[in-house]
């Protein structure tokens, strides 16, 4: 009893910081996506409770963050893959739960489970925009641009996520093993 009330205080305090730091955009794109650190206290909560108990916390981060954050989108389809879809898969950085280097590979595998579903929104939804100018380029085949687009969040989202990792991995190293449960 004592493990599931620390588990569930643990996704509140986290889901709320992630929905924080998601209104703070170091660069928010045209059409929704934005640089932020909303995915680093998602990735803690994963890897350290597992996937189970993540997919619980990613679908509420996602729900919340509709109404918390705001959505950009075209249509209905749109915020529900780009908002409420794209966040459940980042609970497979929860396979790295207690192994080795988990917090690192794991959240590489929630950020490439993040990424496919804006790709795949990207070349259904958003092909209604090409062709479209991104970083001084004009794309005109949406899977081009829908790689190039999402991943210049995603990535630099992952890339900074873990930078914070390794840079804290000392004094955090035993949450991120859940060795203090």
């Not at 497979?92 to 929104?121: D, N």
Request: contains cysteine; hydrophobic residues 50%; proline residues 4%.
């Amino acid at each position: 009893m004592k493990k599931t009330t620390r588990m569930l205080t643990e996704a509140g305090i986290l889901i709320a910081l992630a929905l924080v730091l998601g209104l703070i955009k170091l660069y928010e794109f045209p059409n929704g996506g934005s640089i932020s650190l909303e995915m680093l206290p998602l990735f803690l909560f994963c890897v350290r409770w597992g996937a189970g108990p993540g997919l619980i916390a990613c679908t509420a981060f996602g729900v919340l963050q509709v109404f918390v954050q705001g959505a950009v989108g075209y249509g209905w389809i749109s915020i529900i893959l780009d908002y409420i879809a794209a966040p459940i898969p980042i609970a497979l950085a929860g396979m790295g739960k207690g192994r080795p280097g988990g917090i690192y590979w794991g959240s590489v595998l929630g950020a490439f489970g993040r990424f496919m579903v804006h790709f795949i929104s990207g070349i259904t939804v958003y092909r209604i925009i090409a062709p479209t100018e991104l970083l001084g380029t004009v794309f005109d085949n949406p899977f081009l641009y829908s790689f190039v687009y999402n991943i210049s969040y995603v990535g630099v989202d992952l890339i900074l996520c873990l930078a914070i990792f390794a840079l804290a991995s000392k004094a955090m190293g035993k949450y991120y093993q859940g060795a203090d449960l």
